[in-house]
């Protein structure tokens, strides 16, 4: 029997794509940076399902690659292009196994849409606080495998912090049960915490026990217009105290991302009427319920007040509150939207960094410099999560440059941007993990120490590596 009709007695034909149409969304990823080919994309609907099939590829020695929704940034979930792997998509495992609103606790199955959750969350008066940009086809299992951030890590964490257990196939096909709803297990070495983030190169998570939170029953957004991204650091420094701790989210945008939303996004306008360079998107959110009315006492009143103060001292130019959802949500959009944007717009150079919050405004400064540096037509476009000292430090290529064009400038603008961040001992990869595209850079960047280390632990979980192999480390 062939290996693809012995993965078809596992998974059925319901869960195997064999041909070249049907496999074309699975072998490209979200930017369209690479093309791989696979034997076949493989959905199993069961860990079992899924258990049996790393057992097959172990014995027949045929890598696999996961996938969840496919909205990575790095190219993680791409087979290479030599057609000997396969894709385990996880999306068929999409059920919601349990909520549990007295214990804060939900279980699902790892291909659930990130959306799914929260709205399931908030139907039982809870949160579930990840939010990104992809969040209407990302999935919990690729979100805790590239241990997603987004724009509420400021108050809540990122994936890392929302998980309490999880279920894993590991390289052997056996399965390791650890969906335990603990919220303190001090019992030998963190299993769980080696999977989260670990891109899918040590083994398949299928299920997970995650945390969810009381749901805000307050909110206030404002877009503000800042003279500098200083002003940022200190509003949002300010903002924690006036706010009394409730700052969910603080993201910092430039105005160049802000001209490719308003180009390339239908149904977005400019709220102010001046144009700024630079902007601060703000949102505070209490469990305490507002009071309207005569004596309304609530975030957007606290807010208000703040922003006021704020002008006084120079650090705010212009601001808007919104008054209703629709209009928060008409912010979020000009947001959220920069990624879409920026893709419409043609080539780009991601550098998903971090630095320590108070240097961000002296980085902004040195790391245009050195981007205009090494390619003096470029186009900085600079936005992301301010508060947690991590920029989404983009370069755009020139207007109406394609990829062959771009391409040969990527090492030396990446270089440059690279070579600061360690100089503020950053990160090269504060959200978006190494996946294809940044695996020489872990290898420079990192010391041998950590390398030597990881490769160990790579080869002790996954001796026959057949799981995501050359995605990164190479071994
Ligand atoms: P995939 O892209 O399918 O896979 C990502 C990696 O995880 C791959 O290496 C894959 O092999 C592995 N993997 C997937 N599922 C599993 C599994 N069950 N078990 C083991 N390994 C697995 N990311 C952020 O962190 N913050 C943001 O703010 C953010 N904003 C984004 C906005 C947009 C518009 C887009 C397109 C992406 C954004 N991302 C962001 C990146 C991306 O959405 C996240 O990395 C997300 O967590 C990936 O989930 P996914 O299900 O699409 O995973
Ligand atoms: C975001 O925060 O919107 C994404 O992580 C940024 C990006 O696409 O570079
Ligand atoms: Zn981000």
């Given at each position: 029997?062939?290996?693809?009709?012995?993965?078809?007695?596992?998974?059925?034909?319901?869960?195997?794509?064999?041909?070249?149409?049907?496999?074309?969304?699975?072998?490209?990823?979200?930017?369209?940076?690479?093309?791989?080919?696979?034997?076949?994309?493989?959905?199993?609907?069961?860990?079992?399902?899924?258990?049996?099939?790393?057992?097959?590829?172990?014995?027949?020695?045929?890598a696999i690659?996961p996938?969840?929704?496919?909205?990575?940034?790095n190219?993680g979930?791409?087979?290479?292009?030599?057609?000997?792997?396969?894709?385990?998509?996880?999306?068929?495992?999409?059920?919601?196994?349990?909520?549990?609103?007295?214990?804060?606790?939900?279980?699902?199955?790892?291909?659930?849409?990130?959306?799914?959750?929260?709205?399931?969350?908030?139907?039982?008066?809870?949160?579930?606080?990840?939010?990104?940009?992809?969040?209407?086809?990302?999935?919990?299992?690729?979100?805790l495998s590239t241990n997603a951030g987004?724009?509420?890590?400021?108050?809540?964490?990122n994936a890392r912090n929302?998980v309490?257990?999880i279920?894993v196939v590991l390289p052997n096909?056996e399965?390791w049960?650890g969906?335990?709803?603990?919220?303190?297990d001090n019992t030998g070495y963190d299993l769980r915490d080696l999977y989260l983030g670990a891109e899918g190169t040590l083994g398949i998570i299928?299920?997970?026990?995650?945390?969810?939170?009381?749901?805000?029953?307050?909110?206030?957004?404002?877009?503000?217009?800042?003279?500098?991204?200083?002003?940022?650091?200190?509003?949002?420094?300010?903002?924690?105290?006036?706010?009394?701790?409730?700052?969910?989210?603080?993201?910092?945008?430039?105005?160049?991302?802000?001209?490719?939303?308003?180009?390339?996004?239908?149904?977005?306008?400019?709220?102010?009427?001046?144009?700024?360079?630079?902007?601060?998107?703000?949102?505070?959110?209490?469990?305490?319920?507002?009071?309207?009315?005569?004596?309304?006492?609530?975030?957007?009143?606290?807010?208000?007040?703040?922003?006021?103060?704020?002008?006084?001292?120079?650090?705010?130019?212009?601001?808007?509150?919104?008054?209703?959802?629709?209009?928060?949500?008409?912010?979020?959009?000009?947001?959220?939207?920069?990624?879409?944007?920026?893709?419409?717009?043609?080539?780009?150079?991601?550098?998903d960094i971090s630095?320590?919050?108070?240097?961000?405004?002296?980085?902004?400064?040195?790391?245009?410099?050195?981007?205009?540096?090494?390619?003096?037509?470029?186009?900085?476009?600079?936005?992301?999560?301010?508060?947690?000292?991590?920029?989404?430090?983009?370069?755009?290529?020139?207007?109406?440059?394609?990829?062959?064009?771009?391409?040969?400038?990527?090492?030396?603008?990446?270089?440059?941007?690279y070579d600061?961040v360690v100089?503020?001992g950053g990160s090269i990869s504060a959200e978006h993990g190494i996946g294809q595209i940044k695996v020489d850079e872990l290898a420079h960047y990192r010391s041998k120490i950590e390398l030597d280390t990881m490769r160990t632990l790579k080869r002790a979980l996954d001796p026959r590596n057949i799981m995501n192999p050359g995605k990164v480390l190479r071994i």
């Amino acid at each position: 029997m062939s290996f693809v009709d012995k993965l078809r007695t596992i998974v059925g034909d319901r869960g195997l794509i064999t041909d070249d149409q049907g496999k074309h969304p699975y072998l490209t990823d979200w930017r369209e940076n690479y093309l791989g080919a696979a034997l076949a994309i493989v959905r199993p609907a069961t860990t079992e399902e899924v258990a049996a099939v790393v057992k097959l590829c172990a014995a027949e020695k045929v890598a696999i690659v996961p996938q969840g929704g496919n909205t990575g940034m790095n190219g993680g979930g791409t087979p290479h292009e030599d057609g000997h792997e396969i894709v385990l998509s996880l999306t068929r495992m999409n059920r919601i196994l349990d909520i549990d609103p007295i214990g804060y606790t939900m279980t699902v199955e790892a291909g659930v849409v990130l959306k799914t959750i929260q709205e399931t969350a908030a139907q039982h008066d809870r949160l579930f606080p990840l939010s990104l940009g992809a969040e209407g086809s990302c999935t919990i299992g690729g979100n805790l495998s590239t241990n997603a951030g987004g724009v509420q890590v400021l108050h809540y964490g990122n994936a890392r912090n929302l998980v309490l257990g999880i279920e894993v196939v590991l390289p052997n096909g056996e399965i390791w049960n650890g969906l335990r709803a603990l919220k303190k297990d001090n019992t030998g070495y963190d299993l769980r915490d080696l999977y989260l983030g670990a891109e899918g190169t040590l083994g398949i998570i299928t299920k997970a026990v995650l945390k969810v939170w009381p749901k805000p029953k307050d909110h206030a957004t404002s877009w503000v217009a800042i003279p500098s991204p200083e002003a940022a650091v200190e509003l949002l420094s300010g903002a924690n105290s006036a706010s009394e701790d409730n700052v969910t989210s603080c993201e910092l945008m430039g105005r160049q991302g802000i001209d490719l939303v308003l180009k390339h996004i239908p149904a977005v306008s400019d709220p102010l009427a001046e144009r700024h360079d630079w902007y601060v998107l703000m949102e505070w959110s209490s469990t305490r319920p507002r009071r309207d009315g005569a004596n309304a006492a609530g975030l957007r009143e606290k807010m208000e007040g703040y922003l006021g103060e704020a002008m006084e001292k120079g650090l705010v130019l212009d601001a808007v509150i919104a008054q209703t959802e629709a209009q928060s949500q008409a912010l979020w959009q000009l947001r959220e939207n920069h990624t879409e944007a920026s893709k419409k717009e043609g080539p780009s150079i991601k550098h998903d960094i971090s630095v320590p919050v108070s240097n961000i405004p002296k980085f902004v400064i040195e790391g245009t410099a050195a981007m205009k540096k090494a390619l003096p037509e470029c186009r900085p476009v600079i936005f992301g999560h301010v508060g947690d000292g991590n920029l989404h430090f983009n370069c755009q290529a020139p207007a109406g440059w394609g990829k062959p064009q771009f391409t040969p400038h990527v090492e030396t603008i990446s270089g440059a941007i690279y070579d600061l961040v360690v100089g503020y001992g950053g990160s090269i990869s504060a959200e978006h993990g190494i996946g294809q595209i940044k695996v020489d850079e872990l290898a420079h960047y990192r010391s041998k120490i950590e390398l030597d280390t990881m490769r160990t632990l790579k080869r002790a979980l996954d001796p026959r590596n057949i799981m995501n192999p050359g995605k990164v480390l190479r071994i």
